[in-house]
């Protein structure tokens, strides 16, 4: 039996490339359990937050917990698809998958971020 308990305290800021006006938080790591393969982030986004356009380095999954977020779909440089999420939404990337959001909302998103790690 392997598992972590994390508590909202003890959870781990870092920085994320190509994001703006958001704070990320890291509640759980696959180092934390035996072979594990599961980062679970939590991102607060202010109004007008986000993240520009770039591929889903692995399997990701935004699921929204508050707020809105505008999702953007590109193939090559072209916008393909655009939708809107919001709590209780979520949308599940392949990865590779090139995307962008932006809080469009008026007050703070939560997101909650669940990705693929492949196992060593």
Do not use: W
Request: with cysteine; charged share 25%; proline share 4%.
């Amino acid at each position: 039996m392997s598992y972590k308990v994390v508590r909202r305290a003890e959870a781990t800021r870092y920085e994320v490339p190509n994001h703006f006006d958001v704070r990320t938080t890291r509640l759980c790591n696959p180092d934390d359990v035996n072979d594990g393969a599961i980062v679970l982030g939590l991102s607060h986004f202010l109004p007008g937050g986000g993240a520009n356009v770039s591929p889903a380095k692995m399997e990701t999954v935004y699921y929204m917990i508050s707020g809105e977020m505008t999702i953007e779909l590109y193939d090559d440089n072209d916008k393909i698809e655009k939708f809107v999420l919001t709590a209780g939404d979520a949308v599940h990337f392949g990865k590779g998958t090139k995307r962008s959001c932006v809080n469009t909302g008026h007050e703070a998103a939560k997101m909650l971020v669940v990705q693929s790690h492949p196992l060593s």
